[in-house]
Nanobody
């Protein structure tokens, strides 16, 4: 069974920093496409940052330059370093792991897993 375990979020003052981590265990490839999403109250879940199995990163415009996604393949862990936090960053943050594009197709079944979510609150 695949499990994604996220670190605890926190209450942070505006301008502060926080690092989230997400450890994957179970029958998945060691190198996957990984991402962080977030969902604020009353809003849809949105992509925050992503890193492909090949190491290409992508960021939402609202966090580019402030957040950094990274991975440690040996530890099956993805991180989200969040700096210069703003009240509008308040949300539940979700880790996502899915099979890389090169894996999908033929007889292989793609996979897509989510963490349980962790609350990040930024006070003004």
């Amino acid at each position: 069974q695949v499990q994604l375990v996220e670190s605890e979020g926190d209450l942070v003052q505006a301008g502060g920093s926080l690092r989230l981590s997400c450890v994957t265990s179970g029958p998945v490839l060691r190198v996957n496409d990984m991402a962080w999403y977030r969902q604020a109250p009353g809003k849809q879940r949105e992509l925050v940052a992503a890193v492909t199995s090949g190491g290409t990163t992508n960021y939402a415009d609202s966090v580019r330059g402030r957040f950094t996604i990274s991975r440690d393949n040996a530890k099956n862990t993805v991180y989200l370093q969040m700096n210069s936090l703003k009240p509008e960053d308040t949300a539940v943050y979700y880790c996502n792991v899915k099979s890389p594009a090169w894996y999908n197709g033929g007889s292989r079944i793609p996979y897509n897993y989510w963490g349980q979510g962790t609350q990040v609150t930024v006070s003004s």
